[in-house]
Nanobody, 123 residues
Framework: VQLVESGGGLVQAGGSLRLSCAAS????????VGWFRQAPGKDRDFVAT????????YYANSVKGRFTISRDNAKNTAYLQINSLKPEDTTIYYC?????????????????WGQGTQVTVSS
């Protein structure tokens, strides 16, 4: 499956963004989807994951309450809604897919990755 992220950009602190992850090449509903973020020179950090049907979600503690992961299998797209953006949210955000991500918060559990989308939050 191929993944393409979009929706990043420059936003002021306190603002919101909705990132999209468009999938192609295989049945999107057969994959769990995760969102990660990675600053230059740092490890890729887990943000959130959603099950194939969308019935189960799991978030990093650091983003609970501000980030919401969702998906629309009919549109082959997953989303990450980010509210109350902070300057420390500035980084590249990646979506990833796996049929069985175990554990779901580890980058190595995902088989397919997008190219990333840059989010920049100004103070």
């Amino acid at each position: 499956v191929q993944l393409v992220e979009s929706g990043g950009g420059l936003v002021q602190a306190g603002g919101s963004l909705r990132l999209s992850c468009a999938a192609s090449g295989d049945t999107f509903g057969g994959y769990d989807v995760g969102w990660f973020r990675q600053a230059p020179g740092k490890d890729r950090d887990f943000v959130a994951t959603i099950s194939r049907s969308g019935s189960r979600t799991y978030y990093a503690n650091s983003v609970k309450g501000r980030f919401t992961i969702s998906r629309d299998n009919a549109k082959n797209t997953a989303y990450l809604q980010i509210n109350s953006l902070k300057p420390e949210d500035t980084t590249i955000y990646y979506c990833a897919a796996s049929r069985t991500p175990i554990p779901p918060n580890e980058p190595g559990a995902y088989d397919y990755w997008g190219q990333g989308t840059q989010v920049t939050v100004s103070s």
